[in-house]
């Protein structure tokens, strides 16, 4: 976070005189840098234990309302005593945010190229653009999707919130530069921004659209709350001004309450992003003399922690993100992250203290330039990596094939979409009265290349064919929903238009092993005797068996899923020292509990009338199943996912859903 206690800031160009009480000077206020201690300890426990903490991720939100607070009063003040300036403040903040960043962007960059596999490392790069250049948000959100890296394999991932400031504090002093000469009321462009931004951000969370999470435009009204207390703070300071130590407790208790009450699931930021922006809104509007401030923010060691909060922020995640890659366990010895939390500390404060505290109060301009220039050079750097000029340590002939496997991922290129009665649909149409509709999740996506390669086969007589996906939802309603809030409202639309006239067949498939065993990474039950599984099998076979009344309905059966199977895990030894390929060719035994819950699928599917399509049998002959195919390409992209390449050649066992009855086509 670009937070920090902004005091003895002098700007030296003169602007026009604005009517009304000038406001007050502004004074250091060690409570605030007590806030940001809570704030950055609730991100670095979350991101260490996120069972611990599970909402702990509200300390970003936290920092926002801070981060506006501040600058804006150092705006208003600036413009009210006719000294502000532009290129002092850019230059301010170049100090300020630069040199602890691009520490950590050249210590991952060295440390990825030791540690990384080559398309890890490509993946590096970009974010090292996009991080010296302040769009990591916009790299993230462009990135993001089911198929995207998990969080801890992108180093850089938590520039995204640095991002989102540095991109307020481009457009935030030119619009109130501007409200300045046209003599108008600060108030107003706080509360239009405000609504709008939160009002944005509310369509975009209850939408379910990942841009509510990265855009600028749903998250700048957290900073504008901020924004909104420096004004009142500065020419309305009689406002809220009773109670003040209420005010801080129920700001703590609103802050403690959203890091304990959320979690990933949580519809966020949306309107539960309330809780801890106006927790930070009432703490800073109580100020530094009430009971909370004085026996604990404005205690020595929390304003020593919030003063090493920025580097602190920038340092955990890195150094998180690397133990998860160089150990690669889902399961990691709590002991290593609470050195690794004290060896953060320790960074950041070696950083505060020998660089960012040197740099920062240097009065020397030529410093600024040079961070600028060095700030190209290393997004210059980060395109390097990116376009492969630069390559890893581990970029050999044999890291080349696991990164072309890991990249074999072709779904909806060559398939058009479109909105059927508010449905998001891919389709291929095709001049027969026959169709078919494929519900599912991710597993039937990975199919879309050999249907797509069927309809390019002008000896194959097809059905018009229409998908409906909604990716990591369990083909199950009600069940999960409380696991996987997204998938609620899934179920209506799809059932309706399966069920209408236009609709001959269905084809359900769905990550069964994903939902139905523990045998896989976070698993929705806990064993195979989990009442929730006999509960969801109850649920899918009255479902197959309401749409086998009206239509031809086949059940998809799962492919295995195996860690082994992940051409990221096709290695032996440390990234450390040296890694090797492990022996592939030997096939791997067909796991016990995802073998007894396809036999249970296929009885259920034989009750409710549905046929049954069963990819085992080409996967895992006589119940043993290959990593590589005979011409030694991998099968699978992730423990899970079939490659584009395997499904387009192999998967012939689902041709039968699409050909059309002239072919004469029947079961097997």
Not at 454 to 483: A, H, Q, W
Request: positive net charge.
């Amino acid at each position: 976070m670009s937070l920090s206690h902004h005091h003895h800031i002098r700007m030296t160009i003169t602007m026009p005189v604005v009517t009304g009480h000038p406001p007050a000077a502004y004074p250091y206020r060690p409570d605030i840098d007590g806030l940001r201690a809570i704030a950055v300890l609730l991100v670095v426990i979350f991101h260490a234990f996120p069972r611990f903490i599970k909402g702990g991720f509200i300390g970003v939100d936290v920092f926002f309302v801070i981060s506006g607070y501040l600058i804006s009063t150092i705006i208003f003040s600036s413009l009210a005593d006719n000294r502000f300036s532009y290129i002092e403040f850019y230059i301010r903040r170049i100090k300020r945010i630069l040199p602890a960043l691009l520490l950590v962007i050249m210590s991952s960059a060295v440390l990825g190229w030791y540690v990384l596999l080559a398309d890890e490392y490509q993946q590096l790069g970009t974010h090292i653009v996009a991080g010296s250049s302040f769009v990591s948000n916009f790299v993230l959100w462009n990135e993001a999707g089911y198929f995207d890296r998990q969080s801890f394999e992108k180093p850089l991932l938590h520039l995204w919130s640095l991002a989102i400031e540095e991109q307020f504090y481009i457009v935030w002093p030119l619009l109130l530069g501007l409200v300045w000469k046209k003599k108008w009321n600060f108030l107003v462009p706080v509360l239009i921004l405000l609504f709008f931004s939160f009002i944005t951000n509310i369509y975009l969370t209850t939408s379910g659209e990942i841009s509510a999470f990265y855009a600028p435009w749903s998250r700048f009204w957290e900073l504008m709350v901020g924004c909104l207390l420096a004004y009142m703070k500065l020419y309305k300071p009689t406002q809220w001004s009773s109670n003040r130590n209420g005010q801080s407790g129920i700001g703590l208790l609103l802050i403690f309450l959203a890091a304990l009450v959320l979690n990933k699931q949580s519809a966020f930021p949306g309107w539960w992003a309330l809780m801890p922006t106006v927790g930070a809104f009432l703490i800073i509007n109580a100020g530094p003399d009430t009971w909370f401030s004085r026996h604990f923010l404005s205690k020595p060691k929390m304003v020593w922690l919030g003063l090493i909060s920025y580097p602190l922020y920038l340092w955990h995640w890195p150094i998180f993100s690397f133990i998860h890659i160089v150990i690669f366990k889902e399961k990691i010895n709590p002991a290593i992250f609470i050195l690794a939390i004290m060896v953060s500390i320790f960074f950041a404060w070696l950083t505060y203290n020998f660089l960012e505290k040197k740099i920062r109060y240097s009065q020397k301009t030529v410093i600024a330039i040079v961070l600028l220039i060095i700030c190209i050079f290393f997004a210059l750097v980060g395109l390097g990596i990116q376009q492969e000029k630069l390559t890893s340590r581990n970029d050999s002939m044999n890291m080349g094939f696991i990164s072309k496997a890991l990249a074999d991922i072709e779904y909806e290129n060559k398939i058009a979409s479109r909105e059927i009665n508010h449905l998001d649909l891919y389709y291929i149409e095709k001049k027969t009265d026959q169709t078919v509709l494929f519900i599912g999740d991710s597993h039937i996506r990975q199919y879309i290349p050999r249907i797509v390669e069927l309809s390019e086969n002008l000896n194959f007589n097809m059905k018009s064919v229409y998908i409906t996906l909604r990716d990591g939802c369990p083909m199950i309603p009600d069940v999960f929903d409380d696991i996987v809030t997204k998938c609620k409202k899934a179920w209506v639309e799809r059932l309706d238009f399966a069920l209408s006239s236009k609709i001959d067949a269905i084809v359900i498939g769905a990550c069964w092993n994903c939902v139905l065993t523990s045998t896989v990474d976070k698993p929705m039950i806990t064993s195979a005797e989990d009442p929730r599984k006999a509960r969801a099998l109850n649920v899918l076979e009255s479902l197959l068996k309401q749409m086998a009344a009206k239509k031809t309905v086949y059940l998809l059966l799962d492919n295995p899923n195996n860690k082994l199977f992940n051409p990221r895990n096709f290695f032996e030894g440390s990234r450390l020292k040296k890694l090797t390929l492990r022996k592939l060719t030997e096939p791997l035994q067909l796991d016990h509990e995802q073998k007894t819950l396809r036999e249970e699928l296929i009885v259920i599917a034989h009750r409710a009338g549905a046929l049954v399509i069963d990819p085992i049998p080409s996967l895992c002959p006589e119940g043993k199943c290959h990593i590589l195919t005979d011409e030694g390409k991998p099968i699978y992209t992730d423990n899970h996912h079939l490659s584009t390449s395997w499904t387009r050649k192999f998967a012939n066992y689902i041709d039968i859903t699409v050909k059309t009855s002239e072919e004469g086509a029947t079961h097997q």
